[in-house]
């Protein structure tokens, strides 16, 4: 399996401060993503990107900004967290088979 | 826009009994379909996969088969284990970059 690790595993956080979420990948792969997964919703897309500085939005941007400046590193940044940002993150990858490989995921708790 | 749908859970089955978990989708074109795995306090595992119409994925014992006349993609297994207690989500993808997921279903399986 490709090697995706997410950072931090677990965070509490207030109300209002800025969250980086980090994703690192070792497989060199073009496609990272970043999820969110909550009761009720599946996983539903936040941000996507397609190469170094190439990225879009995805269903729920809102809120949450990218960045790309190596091909191995894709980060999630909340610019001033809510509580309906209380959720698990994954980020994934996307393989030669067009499946996607997933990250542990960061619990994120903004209190 | 693309959808998944799967049935709500949570599941209960005992051990060696038949399992099926529905999934629908409603999409444009010809999507590739996805059967994911998440076991407890990881991320999700692509469990089997099709691309096109009549096109059976399988692995582990699990099978789903691409029915485009009835937009659907049920996965079953003939006898589950306690090992298979996990939660299951339907996934489209159309161009790769959006992979969209239904809601989950969580499979408790007893001994």
């Known amino acids: 399996d490709a090697g995706i690790t997410q950072s931090p595993r677990h965070k509490v956080t207030e109300t209002g401060t800025p969250v980086t979420l980090r994703c690192h990948q070792t497989e060199n792969h073009r496609y990272m993503y970043w999820y969110r997964q909550d009761p009720g919703h599946g996983l539903r897309l936040i941000h996507y990107s397609y190469g170094v500085k190439d990225t879009d939005k995805g269903e729920v941007s809102d809120g949450y900004s990218v960045s790309r400046s190596k091909t191995e590193d894709f980060l999630l940044t909340l610019e001033s967290a809510t509580s309906s940002q209380t959720s698990v993150y994954f980020c994934?990858?996307?393989?030669?088979?067009?499946?996607?490989?997933f990250g542990s995921g960061t619990r994120l708790t903004v209190v | 826009g693309d959808s998944v749908t799967q049935m709500e859970g949570p599941v209960t089955l005992s051990e060696e009994a038949f399992l099926t978990i529905n999934c629908t989708y409603t999409a444009t074109g010809y999507p590739s379909l996805f059967w994911y795995v998440q076991y407890p306090g990881e991320g999700l595992q692509l469990l089997l996969k099709?691309?096109?119409?009549?096109d059976k994925g399988s692995n582990k014992g699990f099978e789903a088969t691409y029915r485009k006349e009835t937009t659907s993609f049920h996965l079953e297994k003939g006898s589950v284990q306690v090992s298979d207690s996990a939660v299951y989500f339907c996934a489209l993808s159309r161009d790769n970059n959006d992979m969209r997921f239904g809601a989950g279903t969580r499979l408790t399986v007893k001994p």
């Open positions: 099709a691309t096109k119409a009549d």
């Open positions: 994934a990858i996307r393989g030669s088979n067009y499946g996607y490989t």
